[in-house]
């Protein structure tokens, strides 16, 4: 008797319904205390699993008390020194069944040491632990920014770790391809498939090349390499997508590295809906646009994440407070125990919609994979910038399209009268400020740290950990015992640093051009032309990402609009301290200085800017335009400051932010349109 | 009477030549600003400068760095200023880095900043960006007039043309020395050659040399190729240099090349150079009307002549031009 196709049934034939996926809340904030009563807080609500965001300076390889650390320390993560932290962080959480996902890339086995030296200090045994360690290289690069070593050093680190897992914490993902951030900067559902698909086999390629794993072993590698996707409000092609992504994983594994277990071809993934298309307008809406992002992971069984978090409906105001963490983390609950979701198989299978959709992206994945292939790979396509371009420039057009109305997002270019929402009231107006004072007890952990430990083994274990940086040998091990040796974060990292050196990857700003070609353009350029005429040179816009915030796609962005608009604009890269800024906008002799600040330190930088001007004789001469996530609480602050305008993610019309500058610098109103080009 | 150099701009020179920073920024633009009264101001800080020979000797040597995008330019500048800086204690360095324009925009996205990484407050470095502004040459319209500036002011000027590709003979015109960076096996020594950009440089560099192996490759197969083409043909052969800006492998030899082998410009260089950029600015302008009525006018002139300013070169030579038009 054949079975009725709707029922799901376990391996006895007994009607059964799936476990659901692991819940998580993507947390960590001000310290090691306040960030383990938030994780107490969220799992005793239902939470299953954690997902550890930790600070700047931290992901940077910065301990605390580093010179660049300072307006970052505990701002967008919880910030980790040493293994005393690691104690107080997972205090009270039993680390043995727990499942443990740390957004850590370029420090990340650092920190998986650290957490492997707590548990072999508590007495669990390695082999227990479970959890993720994003680690991928490719995507800092382009989109996130948190890398320190260049490529090569940064994969045998990644090898490394699936070596050393492999047998020693068998459970472990050493690392997650990330096609997240690269959504998050700008690309398209096929950019997406084949970035992340081209990066997993580079990475694969690392594995077998390193030439000491059997095929065996070398399987089972494939079988812990996991996913971290996005999913967008175009959620039907989001739920292909992740369809395509299963099959195209599977073709390749098998294909190309003659993997013969079925079960270490599945795509395992972990998803954090997409954050970008949230709006500051009507903050309120951002709740439905969450829900229905997870259900473009969740709806196919055959495509369902393995674990989800959510962001909250106030990410583009500012970071999440607990209460709106829960709010999302109940969203799950209800989507997975009150519905009938997990009752039943698949639901698409055998539609012919979904399945000429998922063949439509395969193969225009495909298509491009073999450009990147013919490239020589990831690597070769992220070091020649061509990957970065290809963000930046969809990144263009998605805002092109919002600017033209072609792209409709609700409160935002359509049906923008609205009631104040209530959501927003209170006495905190609706968001989090982490308490700046909380800076001082993980200071104080971090002396207290190097006035205990012994300076003779930590300067030994170092040593080892320089010399087989050198060796070549697994790296795994020698991390450990610096753990255990209470060496900190910024030890560690100075300590490769010294091999290894430090990378400078392309902008997104080589090669880019705006296709926009619009009467707006042509006033703002007359506007630009009758300043370059009256001053005899052109507006020169310095634009400087300062501190450790990585994500440079919004400042790379306002640096082609300007090109675009007729401005000379001199580009330093991110990771600048504030007075590197001041020195680049001085020695250029700026017309306008634009920062960019998306960690929340803006207060904090605006001060060190202005002052550091002042200090140059070059406040008055030089104006500065800040943009980011700023609170309209914050902005009368920054114009107390001296910040003269001040651009926030609704400004998202280029040539509306240019027309703004051009105030600031005093470019006349309704310029001519110039015959001829000055001179 | 040519206008005497203004209050503030006198002012101005005296606190870039001390390398304070914001000065010296603002008297590069006054040197690269272009409008009505622009040059009158330019023509009076030359001949202030050239009158006060002894307070702003003209002791800069001008260093032109020339290749492939992609090819390492910026980064190893980087690594050649800072070992400079690290080798003499006393010696000062700028770098000038140039850009294109977009021919639809005007606007120039300036990104060579992102390549290097310089000392915060240290006077004795300095780095500016410029784009071409249109000027076909791989350098700008205003490089010369900055660089005739910084070689007052500076030991050492290193100029980064755009690339490579379009008539790197400017660059030469512009520099002492140049040289022409290339990447390992990049496949393009041949181009070089068909395109005859080889004949350009003093030296060659094959940076991101960070493999052993594969840069010793690529420097035979550089020296074949140069003696196929009987490059240096009249002499020694040119030097290569292999260089790391990753590791700073061979920067050393490389900056102790450059101090020992860059020749003070002679009095008659600067005038040849002059008489270059002077005839290139009156072509832009002019087309080969104006270059003839140029030739004519410098035939005339008395040899001590050759002494005038560029700026007084450059007027009587509009003048004549606009006399002839009328």
Not at chain 1, 33 to 57: E, H, K, M, V, W
Not at chain 1, 126 to 148: F, H, M, S
Not at chain 1, 355 to 366: H, I
Request: charged content about 25%; aromatic content about 6%.
């Amino acid at each position: 008797m054949t079975r009725p196709a709707h029922l799901l049934v376990d391996k006895d034939g007994r009607p059964t319904r799936d476990a659901p996926w692991i819940f998580r809340t993507y947390a960590g904030h001000t310290n090691v205390r306040a960030s383990n009563t938030l994780y107490r807080d969220n799992l005793s609500r239902g939470q299953t699993g954690l997902s550890i965001a930790f600070d700047l300076p931290t992901q940077c390889g910065y301990s605390s008390d580093h010179g660049l650390a300072g307006p970052e320390i505990g701002k967008v993560g919880v910030p980790v020194n040493s293994l005393d932290d690691f104690e107080l962080l997972f205090e009270g959480i039993p680390i043995e069944t727990i499942n443990t996902s740390m957004t850590i890339n370029a420090t990340a086995m650092w920190l998986l040491s650290l957490y492997v030296a707590l548990a072999e200090q508590r007495g669990v045994s390695p082999t227990a632990l479970q959890g993720t360690t994003q680690n991928d290289l490719v995507k800092e690069y382009l989109a996130r920014g948190t890398y320190i070593f260049p490529p090569k050093p940064s994969m045998r680190l990644i090898v490394d770790m699936y070596e050393y897992c492999l047998h020693a914490i068998p459970r472990w993902n050493a690392s997650n391809i990330c096609s997240y951030h690269l959504q998050e900067a700008g690309a398209t559902p096929t950019q997406e498939l084949a970035f992340a698909l081209a990066n997993a086999a580079s990475l694969l390629d690392a594995i077998e090349a390193r030439g000491t794993f059997s095929h065996d072993d070398f399987e089972r590698c494939v079988g812990r390499v996991s996913f971290f996707t996005n999913a967008g409000i175009r959620f039907v092609e989001e739920m292909c997508k992740m369809r395509a992504f299963a099959e195209l994983w599977d073709e390749i594994t098998r294909d190309r590295y003659r993997v013969q277990t079925a079960k270490y071809r599945l795509f395992r993934y972990g998803v954090q809906v997409n954050s970008l298309g949230l709006t500051e307008e009507q903050p309120e809406n951002n709740a439905w646009r969450i829900l229905i992002e997870a259900l473009g992971v969740t709806l196919s069984r055959k495509a369902r994440c393995r674990a989800l978090q959510l962001p909250t409906w106030n990410e583009a105001l500012s970071l999440p407070r607990p209460w709106d963490q829960q709010w999302s983390l109940r969203l799950q609950q209800i989507l997975a125990y009150e519905t009938d979701l997990l009752e039943y198989p698949d639901l698409f299978d055998g539609s012919p919609v979904v399945a000429a959709k998922v063949e439509a992206l395969k193969e225009a994945a495909r298509a491009e994979m073999k450009v990147i292939a013919e490239m020589g790979g990831v690597l070769e396509a992220v070091e020649s910038g061509y990957l970065k371009s290809a963000l930046v420039r969809s990144q263009a057009e998605r805002l092109a399209r919002i600017n033209a109305g072609d792209t409709l997002i609700v409160g935002r270019n359509r049906w923008t009268e609205a009631l104040p929402s209530p959501l927003l009231g209170g006495d905190d107006g609706g968001i989090f400020r982490v308490d700046a004072a909380s800076a001082a007890e993980t200071l104080e952990m971090l002396r207290a740290t190097r006035s205990r430990r012994s300076q003779g083994e930590v300067d030994a274990a170092l040593k080892a950990l320089v010399d087989g940086a050198r060796a070549g040998t697994n790296l795994m091990p020698l991390s450990i015992a610096c753990a255990k040796a209470r060496v900190t974060t910024g030890e560690w990292a100075a300590a490769l640093r010294s091999v290894f050196g430090e990378y400078r990857p392309a902008t997104g700003v080589d090669g880019q051009h705006l296709a926009l070609e619009t009467p707006r353009v042509a006033a703002v350029r007359a506007r630009v032309e009758a300043w370059a005429r009256a001053h005899g040179q052109r507006p020169r816009l310095v634009v400087g990402k300062p501190g450790l915030d990585g994500h440079s796609n919004g400042s790379e962005m306002i640096a082609v609009a300007a090109r675009h608009a007729g401005f000379d604009v001199v580009y330093g890269g991110i990771r600048m301290t504030p007075a590197e800024i001041v020195q680049s906008a001085v020695e250029e002799d700026a017309s306008v200085l634009g920062l960019s600040v998306l960690s929340g330190s803006h207060l904090e930088v605006a001060k060190l800017v202005l002052d550091e001007l002042a200090a140059q004789g070059a406040r008055d001469a030089i104006p500065v335009v800040l943009g980011g996530i700023v609170p309209e609480g914050d902005m009368p602050a920054l114009r107390e400051l001296g910040i003269r305008a001040i651009f926030t993610p609704r400004d998202f019309d280029l040539m509306d932010v240019m027309d703004r500058i051009l105030d600031v610098i005093g470019a006349p109103h309704d310029a001519p349109e110039p015959r001829v080009a000055s001179a | 009477m040519p206008a005497a150099l203004d209050e503030p701009t006198r002012a101005l020179l005296a606190r870039a030549a001390a390398l304070e920073k914001h000065p010296l920024a603002r008297l590069i633009s006054v040197v690269e600003r272009d409008h009505p009264g622009a040059r009158v101001r330019r023509a009076a800080l030359f001949r202030h400068l050239a009158a006060h020979a002894e307070t702003y000797p003209r002791r800069g040597r001008v260093i032109g760095v020339t290749g492939t995008p992609g090819a390492g330019k910026s980064s190893l500048i980087g690594r050649v200023a800072l070992e400079v800086l690290a080798t003499d204690p006393t010696a000062s360095v700028a770098v000038l880095a140039i850009d294109p324009t977009s021919p639809t925009s005007g606007g120039a996205l300036l990104g060579d900043r992102v390549r290097t990484s310089f000392p915060v407050g240290e006077r004795r470095i300095y780095f500016r960006s410029q784009a071409t502004q249109g000027d076909l040459g791989g350098v700008g319209r205003r490089t010369f007039a900055v660089s005739r500036l910084l070689r007052h002011l500076f030991d050492f000027v290193f100029v980064e043309t755009v690339g490579i590709g379009q008539s790197e003979i400017e660059i030469s015109a512009l520099a002492d020395r140049t040289l022409l960076v290339l990447q390992p096996l990049g496949g393009d020594h041949v181009q070089f050659l068909k395109a005859g950009v080889m004949e350009v440089p003093d030296a060659f560099v094959i940076n991101k040399c960070d493999e052993a192996a594969l840069a010793r490759r690529s420097a035979h197969e550089l020296r074949t190729a140069l003696e196929c083409a009987r490059i240096g043909a009249d002499g020694a052969p040119l030097p290569v240099f292999l260089t790391s800006a990753v590791s700073g492998a061979g920067v050393p030899e490389l900056t102790d090349w450059l101090r020992r082998e860059t020749p003070h410009q002679t009095r008659d260089g600067q005038r040849r150079q002059e008489r270059h950029f002077l005839r290139r600015a009156i072509a832009e302008r002019y087309g080969a009307f104006g270059v003839a009525i140029l030739d004519e006018m410098t035939a005339a002139a008395s040899p001590d002549g050759a002494a005038a300013l560029y700026e007084d070169v450059e007027a009587a030579a509009l003048d004549a031009i606009a006399a002839r038009v009328r």
